[in-house]
């Protein structure tokens, strides 16, 4: 399992860990139960920046959490945000959308959707604050990877041989939903009713994410699987600071 741990670490950051495993899909189908908490670590990164640079100011605090989260993923996800955007936006056939996803070029649709990430995410974590903010950077990076683990533990490939395929597998599901009991458990014990209804609206919206790109591909990338990272964070925050601003935190 630590072959494993280390695996998904080196791939869904740019954290120097400089040890040499080979990648293959029996330790993918054993790392997808650290999604979560990779996400986790990553979160916490970003809610220490967000700490620290709340004591010069909120806006600047937010912004430095988005930065760190795009800097030690090497904008990952956010990559596969834009090229999904791109392909599912361009009204063309299932072929040509797969052409368009896998083109390394950003396209209109691409640019906006990136935009639209950083300003959402910095608009909700400068008006969430202190505490709420560090719970809320931190367990929406470890939901934002759970969604992305469920994509691929639960779906079928639209691109046989992509990079997206190597994690379609029937064995990752046992992965992943011990993972997923494990972090709800943590997930409730650090922020109650908040964390489970971010939790329940991001299952939701990923199934929705799930059945779209079927009927607009055929299937899932790892495009698709990023962009549902991504838009997964971004309901996660929003989520958190529904309950702070109209409901109750904590």
Not at 37 to 45: E, L
Not at 212 to 230: F, H, K, N, P, Q
Request: aromatic share 16%; proline share 2%.
């Amino acid at each position: 399992m630590l072959k494993s741990f280390i695996v998904i670490l080196q791939f869904l950051t740019r954290l120097p860990v400089n040890i040499s495993i080979e990648f293959d899909r029996k330790l993918i189908a054993k790392g997808t139960f650290f999604f979560p908490f990779v996400g986790m670590i990553i979160g916490a990164i970003a809610a220490f920046v967000y700490y620290l640079l709340s004591f010069i100011h909120l806006d600047i605090a937010a912004l430095g959490a988005v930065f760190i989260m795009v800097a030690v993923t090497g904008g990952l996800h956010m990559d596969g945000l834009s090229d999904t955007a791109d392909g599912f936006f361009s009204s063309r056939p299932r072929e040509r959308i797969l052409e368009i996803m896998k083109d390394s070029r950003v396209g209109t649709f691409g640019v906006i959707a990136i935009v639209f990430d950083i300003l959402f995410k910095y608009v909700i974590l400068k008006n969430l604050g202190l505490p709420e903010g560090i719970f809320a950077i931190i367990l929406s990076c470890g939901i934002g990877r759970l969604a992305e683990a469920m994509l691929f533990s639960f779906g079928k490939s639209a691109r046989p041989g992509g990079m997206g395929d190597l994690f379609i597998n029937k064995g990752t599901r046992i992965y992943f939903i011990v993972s997923a009991v494990l972090f709800t458990i943590i997930g409730f014990w650090m922020a109650q009713a908040a964390f489970l209804m971010a939790l329940g609206v991001v299952v939701i919206f990923t199934f929705m994410l799930r059945q779209y790109s079927y009927r607009m591909i055929g299937g899932l990338t790892g495009d698709v699987y990023g962009a549902g990272c991504e838009i997964g964070e971004i309901i996660s925050m929003f989520i958190f600071w529904v309950v702070k601003r109209w409901i109750l935190f904590l």
